[in-house]
């Protein structure tokens, strides 16, 4: 079965610019999450989506938002984009998130740069 | 917000046990215990989890104390792969909304 994918791994932008990185789970899964991880503030949940819905949202500015599509598939948008903003996006996926202890697959990452 | 504390970092020598410590005093009833590890350049990796009683799976066991405030992820065998930042994670719900709470994570060293 195949993992987690991201697109695309690596993105350069410039301050002011918007960004769309893009997440598909594993086949099954119905539950993406997405998270920032940065050397200084570690890996911070921006929102969960489940069936097209958002479920859980993190505390990011609302610069960041993220969709989902019928195929499980999910987007994250983030607008006017800052230096601070640069870093690793990762994207989660899970089966249902109705089970608390049910696990996460993660990708490998968007590595993103804001100059 | 249940949080969780481990230590910065740790080492140890290849082919010996270790056990990474982690705190959550503040943890609730509802909250389940996920331990993750990010290898470099790569994604986090489930490891194991549990709510009450301690787990056993072919990666590693996790010892939860008996009132909850703490827990242990034992390696039994480090390999230079076990090299990683692990994460102690809560998972629960809280007023219907499911809070994720990642710690800082320890870093393991593993020598040669």
């Known amino acids: 079965k195949a993992g987690v994918t991201q697109t695309p791994r690596y993105l350069i932008k410039t301050r002011g610019q918007q960004v769309t990185l893009s997440c598909s789970p594993i086949?099954?899964?119905?539950?993406v999450s997405w998270y920032q991880q940065t050397p200084g503030q570690g890996l911070q949940f921006l929102f969960e989506?489940?069936?097209?819905?958002?479920?859980n949202k993190g505390n990011f500015p609302g610069r960041f938002s993220g969709r989902q599509f019928s195929n499980s598939r999910s987007e994250m948008n983030v607008s006017t984009l800052e230096l601070g903003d640069s870093a690793l996006y990762l994207c989660?996926?899970?089966?249902?998130?109705?089970?608390?202890?049910?696990?996460?697959?993660f990708g490998p990452g968007t590595r993103l740069t804001v100059t | 917000d249940a949080k969780t504390t481990q230590p910065n970092s740790m080492e140890s020598n290849e082919e010996e046990p270790v056990h990474l410590p982690c705190n959550h005093s503040?943890?609730?009833?509802?909250?389940?215990i996920h331990w993750y590890r990010q290898l470099p350049s790569q994604g986090p990796e489930y490891v194991i989890h549990?709510?009450?009683s301690n787990v056993n799976n072919r990666m590693a066991s996790l010892a939860i104390a008996e009132d909850r405030k703490s827990s242990t992820l034992i390696l039994h065998r480090a390999t230079l792969r076990d090299a990683a930042v692990y994460y102690c994670?809560?998972?629960?719900?809280?007023?219907?909304?499911?809070?994720?709470?990642f710690g800082k994570g320890t870093k393991l060293t593993v020598n040669p």
């Open positions: 989660a996926s899970r089966h249902d998130p109705g089970l608390w202890g049910d696990e996460q697959y």
């Open positions: 086949s099954g899964h119905r539950s």
């Open positions: 989506y489940f069936s097209e819905t958002q479920r």
């Open positions: 503040t943890i609730s009833g509802t909250d389940y």
């Open positions: 549990g709510l009450t």
């Open positions: 994670i809560l998972r629960g719900t809280q007023g219907g909304s499911e809070k994720l709470v």
